[in-house]
């Protein structure tokens, strides 16, 4: 089965995709296709040459990158929604 990859891809979108795939793992295979921007972010990521060979180990710990970025970018809102969630419970 493909999987495509793309900006911003979190390990729970990547985790979900996969997963869809019944028989993954009884028999089946993934093949990840991305972007050039998207492999050139693996690739810095994995600390690879533009020649080498990417593999799951080198997309998965671009996926947790990413998803890291994501919660740094989230945080604020989250802690927003969390002090205007206390200020209404307050009022009741």
Partial sequence: AA???GPKVTKDRLTQGC?????LGSGHSVVFF???EVD??????????????VDV?????W?????????QMRASHWIQQG???KMRHSAW
């Fill in 3 to 5: 999987v495509t990859l």
């Fill in 19 to 23: 997963m869809r795939m019944r028989k």
């Fill in 34 to 36: 991305a972007p050039i």
């Fill in 40 to 53: 050139r972010n693996i690739r810095s990521a994995a600390k690879k040459a533009d020649a080498g060979d």
């Fill in 57 to 61: 180990a080198d997309i998965l710990h």
């Fill in 63 to 71: 996926a947790m990158l990413e998803t890291c970025t994501d919660i």
């Fill in 83 to 85: 002090l205007d969630f």
